[in-house]
Every structure is written in C-alpha cells, then in structure tokens.
C-alpha cells in the first residue's frame, strides 16, 4: 500500500513538472513573438518616416521645378508681352506720318536716356530711303539722334564728310541731329554664344545712347536675300571695319566684303544683333519698326534699285526682330507681284538669317498679328 502510494506521489510530482516546463516553453514562446511585433512596429514607424522625408523631398523638387518653369515663364512674357507667349507685331496698313507715331505708341516702350534712331541715310541718287516727311513726327516725339555708319564698300557714305553730306542733302538735318557713329573710331563690344563672332564692332560715338529705336525700310538685298530690322542692325550698327566682320563671318575687318560662305556670314549677321540686343539690356532698351513701302528687290544701299513689283503693304512693329522680320517676310510671300523679290531672298537663303537668330536666343519667328486699324 505504501508503494502505492510513493508510485501516486511520484507521479503528481512529475505532472507539475511537465505543466511548469509548458508554461515555461509557452513564456518563451511568447517573447520572441512580443519582439518580432515590437520589430515590425518599428519597422513600419521607419518606414513611415522614410515615405514622409521621400515623399517632402518629392514636393520640394515639383515645387523647384514648378518654380524654375513659373520663371522661364515669366521671363518669356516679359521679354515676349504679357501673358501671351508669343510676341505681338503691330500692323497697319495706313503709311503716314500720323500712323507710324501711332504704332510706336503701340508697342508701350519707354525709352531711357539720349535717344538714338538707327535709319539708313540711303545711297544717292535714286534710292528708296525713308523719306524725313515720314519719319519727323516720331524722331522729333522721342527727342532722338538719328544714327548712323560709314559703309565699307566705298561711294559717297564711306567717309563721315561725306556721309554728313548725304544726310545733308536727304533732308535728315531738318528733323534731328545726325551722328556717324564711328566718326571718332571703333569699339568691341563682346559677343557671347556666337558661332562666327566673338565681338562686333561699332562706332565709339554708341556710348552716348542709352535707348535705340530702330525705324528700318523693309525692302530685298543683294546679299542677305532682304533687309529689315536685323539687317538694319546688323550691318548698320557695325563700322565700316564691323561691316566687314559681318559680311566675313568673322574672318577679317579689312578688305572685300564679299564671302563664299552664304549661311556663315547671314548667321555672323544675327549674332551681332544679339550682341548689340544683350549690351542695351538684353534688347530692353531697344524696339523696331519695319516700314514696308517701295519694296525693291535692292537694297537702300543702292543707288539706283529696280522698281518695285509690290504695292506698299503698310507699317509694322514689335519688341521682337527676328518676329517682325518674319511678319514681314509671311506678308511678302502672300502680296501679288511677289515673284521678284521671292526669288532672290531664296536664291541667298535669306531665311536662314531667323533660324539662326532663335538658335542663339534673339527672338522668335512665331508671332500674334495684331492691326491696329
């Protein structure tokens, strides 16, 4: 009986061993699960704060982004008019003394400081110079010096006695000041993103102007196909040695102005307008006006140009030279009789003029074309 009884012991006693190690083995199997949970916990709090910080940084970069595009944007409106991305070129078809005055208003330009007025005083006898009856009123409302270079290619505008005398004779003295101006001699001024030109070359006499308006007879070249504002920059602005940079592309300042290479000098002749755009404010302190009458196939640089084959189109404007001079050129292309003038502007790709002056920032050949009439 009393083995019986030590067997009974024995075995309750071995029970509540086995029960302990369980719950033991249960505790223990408990902790690695409170710390696998503890584990997760953190891990999905750092997660969490990982996707906050990316998700931060995201948004600061759209907002970078957003802001940078807010102000290339702005830029362009500002540059370009307004809200409208594309520059306005003012049009009327009325070419009056009254008309010019009132398009110039239009374009809301405020100049600064002395006032130069960048013509061409035209080559004797014959040719189609825009006439000082025309042009007074607005030289004489902007209180402003009319402009000038010698020529490169000899005659009678290529000394500055006689290019006075010229002005002289075209009745330019009756309405303003007329100032040659590398009377004095030349000056650089630098040429940045250029691929012909590193520096164009001007008369000394420039610096006394704070603001530029360029009043240019719309009209064929010999050479660039056409002549507008840039042409009436270009090569206008440039000395005699300047001229000769130009019409080279860059190789030389002395000698023939006459080059091989079409598309080298056309793109030489948009890079010192934006040479000469970016050292009067980045073209703030500048504004154009294309007058488009007497449209010859030849320049005002001669003398004796063949009659016109278009009737007179009218007066445009912009801020913008390269889209005026393309305005000018879609008008062009749609008048009657323009089979002349068409011709030689593509037998010089003459075009070529814009697409390389939007290549290196001048402006742009896309345009709104607003008549003021």
């Not at 002549?227 to 940079?245: D, P, R, T």
């Not at 001079?325 to 814009?354: F, M, P, W």
Request: include cysteine.
């Amino acid at each position: 009986m009393k083995k019986i009884l030590n067997i009974v012991l024995l075995f309750a006693l071995f029970l509540n061993l086995g029960c302990s190690n369980k719950s033991e083995v249960l505790n223990n199997q408990q902790k690695p699960i409170e710390i696998v949970e503890s584990k997760k916990i953190e891990t999905t709090e750092a997660k969490e704060k990982i996707e906050t910080k990316q998700t931060k940084e995201i948004e600061s970069e759209e907002n970078i982004v957003n802001n940078d595009n807010e102000n290339y944007k702005n830029n362009l409106e500002e540059k370009k008019g307004g809200n409208n991305m594309k520059p306005v070129v003012y049009f009327t078809k009325n070419i009056t003394a009254d008309s010019l005055v009132k398009i110039y208003e239009k374009l809301g330009w405020t100049p600064t400081g002395k006032v130069g007025v960048k013509i061409s005083t035209g080559e004797p006898p014959k040719s189609n110079y825009l006439r000082p009856e025309l042009i007074g009123d607005l030289v004489k409302k902007v209180n402003g010096t009319i402009i000038e270079c010698n020529t490169a290619y000899g005659g009678p505008r290529a000394e500055t006695a006689m290019h006075k005398q010229v002005a002289k004779d075209h009745g330019y003295n009756d309405i303003a000041e007329v100032d040659i101006l590398d009377e004095t001699g030349d000056m650089d001024i630098p040429v940045n993103g250029g691929k012909r030109l590193t520096k164009l070359i001007t008369g000394k006499n420039i610096t006394k102007y704070d603001s530029v308006l360029v009043l240019s007879h719309f009209k064929g070249h010999q050479m660039a196909g056409y002549g507008g504002a840039i042409k009436n920059v270009g090569i206008g602005m440039s000395s005699a040695a300047g001229k000769v940079l130009v019409h080279t592309a860059g190789t030389k300042t002395e000698g023939s102005i006459w080059y091989d290479k079409q598309d080298d000098w056309l793109e030489a002749l948009a890079e010192m307008v934006k040479g000469m755009s970016d050292y009067y404010d980045n073209g703030k302190k500048m504004t154009y006006i294309n007058v488009m009458n007497r449209i010859s196939i030849d320049c005002d640089c001669n003398g004796n140009p063949a009659e016109p084959d278009i009737h007179d189109i009218g007066i445009l404007a912009s801020s913008d030279p390269v889209a005026l001079d393309q305005a000018c050129l879609d008008l062009v292309y749609k008048a009657d009789g323009r089979e002349s003038l068409v011709n030689r502007i593509n037998q010089q790709h003459g075009e070529h003029t814009l697409e390389h002056a939007v290549e290196i920032g001048l402006g742009t050949r896309e345009y709104e074309l607003v008549s003021i009439d």
